[in-house]
């Protein structure tokens, strides 16, 4: 073939396409692999129009890697993040996706939200892939502190670190920062806004008191024993509260499958 290619050059004469077909088959093998390395995969970009404003979303073949709130400062470096990494094509399809996934959530069924695949690609380090994952273990209905978190995954000591984790992280709602508060049990800061944190909280069915802090009838629930408990149970004195989920009432407890305490019986 090599032979009757030189052929064709020497002559000046125009190549066969039957030649150049058998040429393309015989090459093909060995040039997708080294294709497939430096192609970039592809992601689907749009902007959803939400009940708690509009977000732009970007979803991979791999889950949904990034989520903004259009107004957040951060949203153009978050794009050119994605540009960075991703082959980007806009796609209606995922508004209507992710769009429709929030709305059920802002009417109480988190199910989409849980069930959906999440990239965690812009995520820096395994540090943070870790915070973050175990983040999305925290159930609807429930919040934990920066410091239950950090001890959650290991690294009690890490506070900070992960609250800078949780500052950064990409795609909020779907790995729900909302749910992290404060150790003295204000909801603290977000992304989105306290007042969007609050929906998010209170469409979970985690209601807050007055002064948005942890109500008084808030039960603790174990990660390991599944057990829940009344603030003031020896169980919970004993054990550090940062290592417990807290409720804001015993039936969310309950929905998220813990089990009541046998010591302080709660409600």
Avoid at 74 to 93: G, H, I, P, S
Avoid at 213 to 239: E, K, L, N
């Amino acid at each position: 073939m090599e032979r009757k290619l030189e052929n064709y050059f020497e002559d000046g004469a125009d190549i066969p396409d039957e030649l150049i077909e058998q040429l393309l088959r015989k090459a093909r093998p060995r040039l997708a692999p080294a294709l497939d390395r430096i192609r970039r995969p592809l992601a689907r970009v749009a902007v959803i129009e939400s009940s708690i404003g509009r977000l732009l979303a970007a979803q991979s073949l791999r889950g949904l890697v990034a989520l903004r709130f259009m107004e957040s400062d951060d949203t153009a470096e978050m794009l050119t993040e994605v540009k960075q990494r991703f082959d980007v094509v806009e796609d209606d399809a995922v508004a209507a996706e992710i769009g429709g996934e929030i709305e059920r959530l802002m009417q109480g069924d988190t199910d989409p939200i849980s069930a959906r695949a999440v990239d965690l690609s812009l995520v820096e380090s395994d540090f943070q892939r870790r915070a973050l994952a175990r983040l999305r273990r925290v159930p609807a209905g429930s919040v934990i502190s920066y410091q239950g978190l950090a001890a959650a995954i290991g690294m009690p000591s890490a506070q900070r670190a992960v609250g800078n984790t949780v500052a950064s992280n990409p795609v909020p709602i779907y790995v729900p920062c909302h749910r992290v508060i404060r150790s003295d049990g204000s909801l603290g800061n977000y992304g989105g806004g306290p007042e969007r944190k609050l929906k998010l909280l209170r469409a979970e069915g985690f209601g807050v008191d007055l002064q948005r802090r942890v109500p008084p009838d808030a039960v603790y629930g174990h990660w390991a024993s599944r057990i829940f408990c009344r603030p003031t149970c020896s169980a919970v004195r004993r054990t550090e509260r940062r290592r417990w989920l807290i409720f804001a009432n015993p039936e969310r407890a309950r929905q998220c499958g813990m089990r009541a305490c046998k010591l302080c019986h709660p409600a």
